[in-house]
């Protein structure tokens, strides 16, 4: 089945800004500041924006910020939003990079793992070169699993607290997942326990940090800078977040 049908975010559209609003203000403000700064004054786009959780705020920033993503759900809540009208929004999928012109900045966060072929991969890069301006930047976060995410059966690895929004009576997330190492799928299942009990399916796979140097490198791409967050602290083997920034070799 493809990740593109496998990954529910129509339905999960609801919950999602409750849980990753669980991004605090520690994280948010240096991951917006630092894209703004890259961006410097330049256009930016965002590849797979959700509900323009860092995206809005970028764009407060002066920022003109467009933004590609598969789920008309997600998209539909960002249009709620207040500034959400100074955004160029477009459904979409982002291996398409759907967009005419250039861009300074070319972000995609939490997200480069929903592609689970090097085709896929490969041909994102490939678009994302093309949009890019020149001495414009790449920026790519993506995560390296601890070995805990691999096992033969579902582990429970997070249990987190999900406000009560619409949904008063919602209050626990839980996530398993089960890991393979050696096709770096991991298939994980999203509990939403509460009023409205749900279960999401979400199978991504992770890439390597060598791996995605690899990936950009075939578009003409070198790796610039490399951090564990995004306080910009150094990328080291015990991280477990890895935020790449990539420019024309
Ligand atoms: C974890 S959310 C991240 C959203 C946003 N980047 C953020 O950090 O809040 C993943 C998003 O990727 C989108 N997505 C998954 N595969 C996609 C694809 N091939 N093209 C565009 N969007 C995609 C989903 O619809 C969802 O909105």
Request: charged share 20%; net charge negative.
């Amino acid at each position: 089945m493809d990740a593109r049908s496998v990954n529910n975010y129509e339905s999960y559209a609801e919950f999602y800004d409750n849980w990753q609003d669980s991004w605090p203000e520690s994280v948010m403000t240096p991951c917006v500041n630092v894209l703004s700064d890259i961006a410097a004054g330049r256009p930016a786009l965002e590849l797979a924006v959700g509900t323009g959780r860092i995206a809005l705020p970028l764009s407060q920033h002066g920022i003109e910020v467009s933004g590609v993503d598969l789920s008309e759900a997600m998209l539909a809540r960002l249009r709620r939003k207040p500034g959400a009208e100074k955004l160029s929004i477009v459904q979409g999928d982002m291996v398409d990079v759907p967009f005419e012109g250039t861009f300074g900045l070319i972000y995609c966060i939490a997200s480069f793992e929903y592609l689970l072929t090097q085709e896929d991969q490969l041909r994102f890069f490939a678009n994302v070169e093309k949009r890019l301006a020149i001495g414009g930047s790449v920026i790519i976060q993506t995560i390296i699993p601890n070995e805990a995410f691999f096992s033969n059966d579902f582990r429970l690895n997070r249990m987190s607290d999900l406000p009560s929004g619409e949904h008063e009576m919602a209050s626990v997330m839980l996530m398993g997942v089960k890991g393979d190492p050696v096709t770096q799928v991991l298939d994980q299942r999203i509990m939403v326990l509460g009023e409205k009990s749900q279960v999401f399916r979400h199978k991504i796979r992770f890439v390597w940090p060598n791996e995605l140097d690899l990936l950009a490198r075939s578009a003409g791409l070198s790796l610039h800078a490399r951090w564990n967050n995004w306080q910009r602290d150094a990328f080291v083997s015990t991280s477990r977040l890895v935020i790449s920034e990539y420019r024309r070799a």
